[in-house]
């Protein structure tokens, strides 16, 4: 079946601007990951969606993060006021639950000019 | 301490050897475990799990477990080119954090 996507796969905006990622999971999988990956690192988690709610959301670093899922299915990752800091690659993933394997989509690289 | 740690990098190998990943954590009741392959530029790629002491087979891949020394490792058999990327350990830590905390990663490098 179809893996995890996500849109854009990059995206380039200015520091101040307002930028949202998508991403759609795999068919069935209820739970939903955000992370995020700068170079030489591993993912660094942001958050956690068990269904439409978000379950734990410890890791968004500050309030210009947020995300939804309204459906509980396609998540969209929202970033207020970019900062230059804000440049990396964001990672979705998706399994079946919290300690279960996940699957992840191919990144959305943003570049905050 | 890190909550995860891997061998630090690059790891060289040649071709046709077994390459040896490991990776350490700090939450002594963690239950699931992952090993991820990541090609540069490329998002990470599942290629083991593991939930129970001892060791998991699968093709040229083993995963091994100790929870009594909270260590976890990847062997790679018959090394191949194809196998040069970052690999990550992943460590669902239900107790401490109640979520998968990735390592930072190792790098290897399989040289023809």
């Known amino acids: 079946g179809a893996g995890v996507s996500q849109t854009p796969s990059n995206k380039v905006t200015e520091k101040g601007k307002y930028v949202e990622l998508r991403c759609d999971p795999i068919?069935?999988?209820?739970?939903l990951y955000w992370y995020r990956q700068s170079l030489g690192q591993g993912p660094e988690f942001l958050i956690y969606?068990?269904?439409?709610?978000?379950?734990?959301d410890s890791g968004l670093p500050n309030d210009r993060f947020f995300a939804v899922r309204p459906e509980g299915s396609v998540s969209t990752l929202k970033i207020q006021r970019t900062e230059r800091g804000d440049s990396a690659v964001y990672l979705c993933?998706?399994?079946f639950g919290r300690g279960n394997e996940q699957y992840f989509g191919p990144g959305t690289r943003l570049t905050v000019t | 301490q890190k909550e995860v740690e891997q061998n630090s990098g690059p790891l060289s190998v040649p071709e046709g050897a077994i390459a040896s990943l490991n990776c350490t954590y700090s939450?002594?009741?963690?239950?699931?475990f992952f090993w991820y392959r990541q090609y540069s530029g490329k998002s990470p790629e599942l290629i083991m799990s593991?939930?129970?002491?001892g060791d998991k087979e699968d093709g040229r891949f083993t995963a091994q477990l100790n929870k009594a020394s909270q260590y976890v490792s990847l062997l790679i058999r018959d090394s191949q080119p194809s196998d040069s990327a970052t690999y990550l350990c992943?460590?669902?830590?239900?107790?401490?954090?109640?979520?998968?905390?990735f390592g930072p990663g190792t790098s290897l490098s399989v040289i023809p």
């Open positions: 993933a998706s399994s």
């Open positions: 969606f068990q269904g439409t709610g978000a379950a734990d």
């Open positions: 992943a460590v669902y830590m239900k107790t401490s954090y109640d979520k998968v905390i």
């Open positions: 593991i939930y129970s002491n």
């Open positions: 068919s069935g999988h209820t739970a």
């Open positions: 939450d002594r009741v963690s239950q699931s």
